[in-house]
């Protein structure tokens, strides 16, 4: 029997189909976006105002001579950003994990965090801010800081931690029971179950939205400007005050966008990658 010449593997039909399938698509997508972007630039251009809006808000000369104030500024953002961040990793698991147990000897502490979670979500970050940062000094506590950044970075570590502990719990509910009564028939405690096997899993698939929280983080330590600390917006505020031009704002919202969207581009690739586990049945 003559052995038949083996042909090299090519794409098959179907991958040949999907693939012109995918370039029609971007095809399409490009040029929709194309007369959409185009038809709202045509529209805002054509406007009355624009010339006014144009002079005011997109001027290049105060656009360059702002960025030498607001980005230095920035710094201080990135500080309290870190110093938050930090926090908040640390309380918002306790609470969840305090909001999770099941022991009747920890009721009064179940109790504690959902008091805790339900007051400081329930209150606006600005608000809570107000009362903090202006607040606590009115009190003159020997040994207690005024200083507002202290205070603004506190009102958004307690209420971040609210928000954030609800997606660590979530996380640990959606960790199913077979895996805790699994860990028990090894002989592992309560406390080593949540431990060793249902926080890992839990962390693992928050990190999504966690992310998504922590973009949010970003964006307002702004409000922290409302104390009067001199970050980045206060920075912006200030131009504006002296030259009566709008554009140092605009400064601000580009170094923020030039922050915030590489991490919004990273955590759409991370819940992209987890819904490809999934769909693979591999361990999300």
């Known amino acids: 029997m003559t052995d038949r010449p083996v042909r090299p593997a090519g794409p098959s039909r179907r991958a ?3 693939r012109a399938q995918r370039r029609r698509s971007a095809l399409i997508a490009g040029v929709s976006s194309l007369v959409v972007f185009s038809a709202v630039a045509a529209l805002v251009v054509q406007a009355p105002g ?31 950003f870190v110093i938050a961040e930090v926090l908040i990793l640390l309380l918002a698991p306790a609470l969840a ?6 022991s009747p000897l920890l009721f009064p502490v179940r109790v504690l965090a959902a008091v805790y979670v339900d007051v400081l ?6 608000l809570l801010i107000f009362l903090l940062g202006f607040g606590v000094p009115a009190l003159r506590l020997q040994g ?13 570590v307690l209420s971040y931690s609210a928000y954030v502990s609800e997606v660590f ?16 028939s090894l002989g592992l405690s309560s406390a080593q179950t949540m431990r060793f096997v249902v926080l890992p899993q839990a962390v ?12 949010a983080l970003q964006k307002e330590s702004a409000l922290v400007s409302i104390l009067g600390v001199r970050e980045i917006a206060r920075e912006a505020q200030i131009y504006t005050s002296r030259t ?26 991370l819940i992209a990658r987890q819904r490809s586990r999934v769909s693979t049945g591999r361990l999300a």
């Open 50 to 80: 624009w010339d006014e809006v144009r002079a005011a808000f997109f001027s290049g000369p105060d656009l360059r001579a702002s960025m030498r104030d607001v980005l230095p500024a920035f710094t201080t953002n990135i500080k309290i």
């Open 16 to 18: 040949l189909a999907e």
């Open 204 to 215: 693992r698939r928050v990190l999504p939205p966690l992310l998504n929280d922590f973009i």
């Open 97 to 102: 994990v305090a909001r999770s147990s099941r």
């Open 144 to 156: 207690v800081t005024n200083d507002p950044l202290v205070w603004g970075t506190v009102a958004l």
């Open 244 to 269: 009566f031009n709008f554009t140092s704002y605009v400064a601000a919202a580009l170094i923020f966008l030039a922050m915030t969207i590489p991490m919004t581009r990273f955590t759409d690739w």
């Open 121 to 126: 979500r329930g209150i606006p970050i600005i």
């Open 169 to 184: 719990r979530a996380g640990i509910d959606s960790v199913h029971e077979s895996q805790r009564a699994a860990a028990r």
